[in-house]
C-alpha cells in the first residue's frame, strides 16, 4: 500500500480479499450500453466475487432515483446464513476520509492552516519540513509503520489483541529515515492518518473519535458507525472476515483495532457510508474553500487528494472516494461528485484462491459506465 504504482488504500494487502480500485480504474473495460445500473448485472457481478477468493459481500448501489441492495455468500464458514444486507463491517482505511474531513473543517473555522508544517501545532512531532496538507495527501515521505508490523497472516496472531497507542505507532515510523523529502512523491503511508489523528486531539481538546462522532456521525445519524477503540467485537449484524494460518482458515473478525487507529478503525455499515459520501460530495459538512480542497490533486498527487482518491474511468465518468481493508475486510466506497452514482461494499476474505477483480470491474462498468 505504500506504493504509487498500486495505490492500495489498505492496511496490508495480503491479509484481505485483492478487492481494490485503484490500479483496477485504469483497466477497466469498455462501458457497458446501458447507462442504469442493472441489478441483475450487479447481482452476476457479486456472485463471480465469492466465486474467486472472497466468502461473502454485501453492496449498495445508487444511480439516480433508483437504490437497491445486494449481496453474495455466506456471513460464516461453517454456516449457511447469508451476509446481512446492511451488516456492519470493519471498513479499513475509508476512516481517512472521516478524519480528513474532520481537520478540513478545522481549518475552515480559521484554527488550521493547511500549508503550515504540522510542527506549528505538535512541537517536535516529526520532520519540521513536513506540512498539514503534505500529511492529508500522502506526500509527506513519512515510513509506513504498518511495514514495521508482523501483519503476516502466521504472525499476526501475536498481536492481534495487543493495544496500541498512537505514539507507538508513530515511533515505528519515526525510527525510520524519510522515505523521501517531503512534497517531492506520492507513497501511501499509515502514518500520515496517525499523524492527522493526533492534530485532531491538539486542535479539538478532545480523542479523535470524539470528534469524529460529534462532527459527522451524529449530525448525520450515522446510528451504525462508531470509532471503536480497544473493543474488539463488532457488534450487532455482521459476516466473518478469515486468513489462513499454517493452511488453515482462521476467523479474524475479533481484534483489536487499534493497531490500525485513525488509520482504520472505524466500523460502519454500506448505509451510513452513502449517507457520508453524499453529504461530503454536496458540500453539507464542508465550507466551499475547503470543498474545493478535498479533492485537489496536483502533478505529484494526481489521484489522491485530502483523504480521498480521485480518478477517472476509461468510459469517462470521474469517481472519487476511497477504499479499505483491515484483516478480514476489504471495502470501497465511491461516488462520482455529483452523487447520482454511488457504490458501497464491503467483502469479508475467505482462504481459498482466485482473484475477484475481473468481477469487481464488471460491477465498476456497470454502476458508473
Not at 501475536?158 to 512534497?183: C, M, N, S, V
Request: charged content about 20%.
Amino acid at each position: 500500500m505504500v506504493q504509487r504504482k498500486s495505490s492500495r488504500p489498505l492496511l496490508r494487502t495480503r491479509l484481505v480479499a485483492a478487492l481494490t480500485v485503484a490500479g483496477l480504474i485504469a483497466t477497466t473495460g469498455t462501458a457497458l450500453a446501458d447507462t442504469s445500473a442493472d441489478r441483475k448485472v450487479v447481482q452476476e457481478a457479486l456472485d463471480q466475487i465469492t466465486v474467486n477468493g472472497v466468502l461473502g459481500v454485501q453492496a449498495r448501489v445508487s444511480d439516480g432515483a433508483q437504490r437497491f441492495t445486494a449481496r453474495s455468500g455466506k456471513a460464516e464458514l461453517g454456516s449457511h446464513r447469508p451476509v446481512p444486507e446492511n451488516g456492519r463491517f470493519r471498513v479499513g482505511s475509508i476512516t481517512k476520509t472521516f478524519v480528513s474531513t474532520v481537520l478540513l473543517q478545522i481549518a475552515g473555522e480559521g484554527k488550521l492552516d493547511l500549508d503550515a508544517p504540522v510542527v506549528r501545532y505538535l512541537p517536535g512531532l516529526i520532520d519540521g519540513r513536513i506540512t498539514v496538507r503534505q500529511v492529508l495527501q500522502h506526500t509527506s515521505g513519512l515510513y509506513n509503520y504498518t511495514s514495521a508490523l508482523p501483519l503476516d497472516p502466521d504472525e499476526f496472531e501475536q498481536i492481534r489483541y495487543k493495544h496500541w497507542a498512537p505514539e507507538q505507532l508513530l515511533k515505528l515510523a519515526t525510527d525510520k529515515p524519510l522515505d523521501f523529502a517531503p512534497g517531492t512523491r506520492w507513497s501511501y503511508s499509515n502514518t500520515n492518518y496517525v499523524v492527522a489523528g493526533l492534530l485532531v486531539e491538539k486542535l479539538t481538546g478532545k480523542p479523535y473519535g470524539k470528534a469524529v462522532e460529534q462532527r459527522i456521525l451524529k449530525p448525520l445519524h450515522l446510528d451504525g458507525t462508531e470509532v471503536p477503540g480497544d473493543n474488539v467485537e463488532i457488534r450487532g449484524p455482521h459476516a466473518h472476515g478469515y486468513v489462513t494460518v499454517a493452511g488453515e482458515p482462521n476467523d479474524v473478525t475479533r481484534i483489536n483495532p487499534s493497531v490500525a487507529w485513525a488509520a482504520g478503525e472505524i466500523i460502519s455499515t454500506t448505509r451510513d457510508l452513502d449517507t457520508f459520501v453524499v453529504a461530503l460530495a454536496s458540500g453539507k459538512l464542508l465550507k466551499p474553500a475547503q470543498q474545493r480542497e478535498i479533492s485537489k490533486t496536483t502533478t505529484v498527487s494526481p489521484d489522491y487528494g485530502l483523504g480521498l482518491q480521485v480518478q477517472t474511468l476509461p468510459c469517462g465518468s470521474k469517481v472519487w472516494g476511497h477504499g479499505g481493508g483491515i484483516p478480514g475486510y476489504s471495502s470501497q466506497l465511491l461516488t462520482t461528485p455529483d452523487t447520482k452514482k454511488r457504490l458501497e461494499l464491503s467483502a469479508t476474505s475467505a482462504p481459498t484462491g482466485g482473484d475477484p477483480n475481473p468481477a469487481l470491474l464488471k460491477l465498476l462498468d456497470e454502476v458508473f459506465c
